[in-house]
């Protein structure tokens, strides 16, 4: 059995004083692969160097929408060039939060627009982060990308018509932790009525620990928890659902 968690921060601070052992801990659940995903300039740089240390780490780089309004033509061109590494499959994670608004709205509208164009000259699939902000989610992903290009909206925690909208714009659904809380039966649901093949499993770790492991600093190695749970929505074997995400990211992120 393989899996692919297709979201994580394991270059966060948090995992400096054990950062080898969660790796470890990771590839012995049979976590094959781990896309450490971006969040700011130094996040994306961090992100780069450690899927260069380790063959089994991808690396995605962009400004999250917290940091909106860092995005400028300076950010832009350092983008640019650490796409240019070999390990980064994928931009982002980048996108739209209406529920902190640490960055002002138009600007995080205004970074999303700009990366979301980034992303496709370097002809990168998106990673989006989307909270509380799904009108404008899918106005500017309408307006800026060609469903061709591929994308997954991760940690997804929406609704049902949202996820169908998105599902009809090609992209995949990234789903966490939270589907194993016992009070998210609605978000369930969702997992159940979305197609196998656009399913991905993530752990967004060092957030959304999954049940049994809920409030604790969560880690690649729980991506089982999560995969567990979409087998048991769709009625499958843990090893097909893992067969067929593991998969799904590859494919998505065009890793041989």
Not at 113 to 136: N, T
Not at 173 to 194: C, D, P
């Amino acid at each position: 059995m393989e899996l692919f968690d297709s979201h994580a921060h394991i270059d966060f601070p948090r995992y400096n004083k054990d950062r080898n052992k969660v790796i470890d801990r990771a590839r012995a659940e049979g976590v094959r692969y781990i896309l450490n995903c971006g969040a700011d300039l130094e996040s994306s740089q961090r992100a780069v160097k450690l899927a260069q240390e380790f063959d089994d780490i991808f690396a995605a780089v962009g400004i999250h929408p917290h940091e909106g309004s860092t995005y400028n033509l300076e950010a832009a061109k350092k983008l640019q060039d650490l796409a240019g590494s070999e390990e980064v499959v994928a931009f982002g994670e980048i996108g739209l939060d209406y529920h902190y608004d640490n960055s002002p709205r138009d600007e995080q509208r205004q970074a999303f627009r700009a990366q979301l164009r980034l992303a496709s000259s370097l002809e990168l699939p998106v990673i989006i982060h989307s909270r509380e902000a799904e009108e404008d989610t899918i106005k500017i992903l309408k307006e800026e990308w060609d469903p061709e290009d591929g994308g997954v909206v991760h940690c997804y925690s929406s609704s049902a018509e949202m996820a169908k909208k998105l599902l009809d714009l090609n992209f995949h659904i990234g789903f966490t932790g939270l589907i194993t809380f016992k009070n998210l039966e609605w978000l369930r649901r969702i997992v159940s009525n979305t197609p196998i093949n656009k399913i991905l499993v993530e752990t967004d770790s060092p957030y959304m620990s999954p049940e049994p492991y809920r409030g604790r600093r969560n880690e690649p190695a729980r991506v089982k928890e999560v995969a567990m749970q979409v087998a048991k929505c769709h009625n499958l074997t843990m090893d097909k659902v893992a067969e067929i995400t593991t998969q799904n990211g590859l494919d998505l992120f065009k890793i041989n």
